[in-house]
Nanobody, 129 residues
């Protein structure tokens, strides 16, 4: 059994920063740093958007153009957690944010979402003054 759980959502002022966390848990013993993990979001009335992902041991990262230079994905190995640091937030960043994991150590991450097996329940981020 395995699941990923997001945390850290909340209300943020425009121009501010915020960090989301994605923790892996369960009896399977999966260690996030060995698997592709991605962050996605979905705003009301919009399709799900892939934001950032990190590929297993290589640590290679991919970012969507909409967040490149503002968001950073990183792995906290000690806590089996993947973070999404978000800077220079705007109201357009308001959405439910999800993390997801690909159940294979041998593939690269991508932002399409199609190959991810485990999804969290999401955490709301609202950017507003």
């Amino acid at each position: 059994q395995f699941e990923v759980v997001e945390s850290g959502g909340g209300l943020v002022q425009p121009g501010g920063s915020h960090r989301l966390s994605c923790a892996g848990s369960g009896t399977s013993g999966k260690i996030l740093k060995y698997y592709p993990v991605g962050w996605f979001r979905q705003a009301p009335g919009k399709e799900r958007e892939g934001l950032a992902c990190i590929t297993g041991v290589s640590g290679s990262r991919t970012y969507a153009d909409s967040v490149k230079g503002r968001f950073t994905i990183s792995t906290d190995n000690g806590n089996n957690t993947v973070h999404l640091q978000m800077n220079k937030l705007t109201p357009e960043d308001t959405a439910v944010y999800y993390c997801a994991l690909v159940n294979s150590k041998f593939v690269r991450c991508d932002l399409s979402g199609a190959r991810y097996h485990y999804w969290g329940q999401g955490t709301q981020v609202t950017v507003s003054s």
